[in-house]
């Protein structure tokens, strides 16, 4: 056996980054500033939508319904807003996991 001959080395692919979780953890922002749940979001959506298209659909989904949310919160008299601290859980963990999950009662605002 010749200790010399090293193996090729194969191409490590890198895992695919969950771009859906970061656009669900920025929702977070909004403990950080007001209106953060919509600014986070819509600043990685307006960067990197035209690069990487799983970003542009699922800006589009997080973005309309946190804009949703909010308007759910207003019409409520904040009520809304402990609705959608849970269902924001809920996507995160579903995000993480890189299982889908469609956002309740969300208007569809940018198409």
Known sequence: MNSD????HLPVSAPPTNWRLYMELLSLTVFIFPLGHIA???ILWLVKKDTIPEVNEEGKRVLNFNLSWTLWS????????????????ISILKAA????????WTIRFLK
């Open 5 to 8: 001959t090293t193996p090729p």
């Open 97 to 104: 996991n890189r299982e889908s999950f469609n956002h309740p």
């Open 74 to 89: 207003i019409v409520t008299c904040g009520l809304g807003f402990v609705a959608w601290i849970i269902i924001d859980i």
């Open 40 to 42: 986070g979001p819509l």
